[in-house]
Each structure stands twice: as structure tokens, then as C-alpha cells.
């Protein structure tokens, strides 16, 4: 009786290990690749709940699940040479995906670490034959663009041959070695130092030519003022003369006398005045008690 139990618990165990081992669920990250005695017997792609063959461990039928999701590859710090000779420092990264998971298990045995090592050679190829094309100055202008498409095609041929397919290419970083960085920009401040001073030289010359402008300016204003005013005091001159010649011709003595008082204002004003003279000089006649006599000539 006991045997007999033994050996139904043994027979149940089987069956539900064999029923267990039947089943196989993909969900919607994963691919699954069917392998029968090293043979690939079916794909699965889409997600849900398989039947294969129990008892893997009889290298009967076994699963080996694949990503169904878009895939990173990143080449970092990778040493470039562009035409000219210069070199730069480049990064860049490649998304794929595994489209023809069969393809995949044949060529790399499902391994992604095998399958980006042969993909990793390829870019790298790939990058340094773009960057060899042209010059040194493409890769820092709308011409990067234009390289990552021609990097992406060039992989394409050889990632389709592992099973992958290139869904982008991106160049991250594009940087100068630290040589040429330095040589460019000793460079740079080369070419900026000689148009400061072009810059430094145009600005000399315009200044002294509108100072030029400015002086000769002046020269005009001053004399055309000059001109004025000599022209004014001329006037201003005829002016008093007019005057002077009216008030003389109608009252000769009283001119005579203004002229005098002027005379002795000028002469005798300061209070230090000195004077050696004759009493009867013509100076002082309105000094005594007769008067002039109308006609007689002006004190001066």
C-alpha cells in the first residue's frame, strides 16, 4: 500500500512538473525564441500564454526571451580625426531594436552583449569615415545633422544582418582635443586681437576726421561772429559819432564844456593826480570866472 502511494505521489509529481514546464507567458517587453535539441522551432512576438514541450532539461523544448523594447548603445570619449588632421573628442549613441529575434539567436546567440560588441566595431567605423570626410569645421555646423543620416546608413546594412534595426543615431558631444582646443584658441584670439585693432584703427580715423570736420567749424563760426561783431561795432561806432555830431553842432559850448568835465574826471579823478600847468592854459578855463567865449576850441 505504501508503495503504491509512493508511486502515485511520484507519477502526480511528473505530471505537474510536465504540465508546469508547458506553459510559457510573454509579456509585452519580451520576444520568445521556441529552441528544440538546438533548433529554433517557432518565434513569439506578441504577448500572452504558449504551449511548448516539457522537460527543458532534456533539451526538449526551452525558451530564451529576448527585449521587444528600443535599445541604448553609447560610444563615449571615442578619438576622431577630421581632414585637416585636427582631432576631436566624440559622443555619440545608436538606438535599435531586434526585429528578427531568429536572426538574432542564429548570428549572436541572443546575447545583446555579443550582438552591441559587433554593432559598437561597426559605429565606430562608421563615425571615424564620416568625420574623415570633412573638415573641421562640419561637425560644429548644420552639417551634423546631414553625418549622423550617413552614419545611420552606413550601420544599417550590418545591424539588419545581426537582426537589429537602427531607429536613430545621435551625435551627442563634439568637443576639441585639449591641443587643438588650445591652438584654436590662440587662434581665435589671434583673429579677435587684429580686428580689435582694424576696429581700434577705423575708430581713430573716423574721430580725427570728424574732428577735423568739427575745427574747421569752428574756424567758420568764430570768424563769421568776428565778422558780425566787427560789423556791429562799426555801426555801434558811426552810431555815437552820429550822435556825438548831433549834439555838438546844436550846442558847440555845452560839448565843449561835457568834454572838459571829461577831461578833468580822467585826469584828476584818481586823487593822486599830479599836474604842472600855466593857470592861463586852455585845460582849466572853466576854471575861471569868465566864460569861454562860443567857438573857442575844447578843453582836451
Known amino acids: ?52 514541450m516539457p522537460f527543458a532539461f532534456l533539451d526538449a523544448d526551452r525558451v530564451q526571451y529576448v527585449s521587444n523594447q528600443e535599445l541604448r548603445l553609447d560610444l563615449d570619449n ?58 573641421f569645421e562640419a561637425a560644429l555646423s548644420n552639417e551634423r545633422a546631414s553625418m549622423m543620416k550617413e552614419v545611420r546608413n552606413d550601420i544599417t546594412k550590418d545591424a539588419e544582418s545581426l537582426g537589429l534595426t ?54 567758420e563760426i568764430v570768424a563769421a561772429a568776428s565778422k558780425d561783431a566787427q560789423i556791429l561795432r562799426g555801426q555801434g561806432d558811426a552810431e555815437r559819432n552820429r550822435i556825438y555830431g548831433e549834439a555838438f553842432s546844436r550846442d558847440p559850448e555845452f560839448y565843449a564844456f561835457y568834454r572838459s568835465m571829461q577831461a578833468y574826471q580822467q585826469s584828476l579823478g584818481s586823487g593822486d593826480s599830479t599836474l604842472v600847468l600855466s593857470p592861463e592854459s586852455e585845460f582849466f578855463q572853466y576854471f575861471s570866472s569868465e566864460v569861454p567865449k562860443p567857438g573857442a576850441p575844447p578843453a582836451q
Open 166 to 219: 537602427i531607429t536613430d543615431v545621435r551625435i551627442r558631444r563634439t568637443d576639441l582635443t585639449k591641443e587643438v582646443s588650445q591652438q584654436t584658441f590662440d587662434r581665435m584670439k589671434a583673429e579677435r586681437l587684429a580686428e580689435a585693432e582694424a576696429i581700434r584703427a577705423r575708430g581713430n580715423e573716423g574721430a580725427q576726421r570728424r574732428r577735423a570736420v568739427a575745427d574747421r567749424g569752428k574756424v
Open 1 to 52: 500500500m505504501t508503495n503504491r502511494l509512493a508511486v502515485a505521489a511520484i507519477g502526480l509529481f511528473i505530471i505537474v512538473v510536465g504540465l508546469f514546464s508547458s506553459f510559457y507567458i510573454v509579456n509585452a517587453r519580451q520576444q520568445a525564441i521556441v529552441i528544440r535539441f538546438g533548433q529554433i522551432t517557432d518565434v513569439k512576438t506578441e504577448p500572452g500564454i504558449y504551449f511548448k
Open 78 to 135: 571615442m578619438r576622431v580625426q577630421v581632414s585637416g588632421g585636427k582631432f576631436y573628442e566624440v559622443d555619440a549613441f545608436v538606438v535599435y531594436k531586434i526585429t528578427n529575434a531568429r536572426l538574432f539567436r542564429e548570428i549572436a546567440a541572443g546575447d545583446v552583449v555579443q550582438a552591441e560588441s559587433r554593432l559598437r566595431t561597426r559605429l565606430d567605423s562608421a563615425l571615424r569615415r564620416v568625420y574623415g570626410l570633412r573638415g
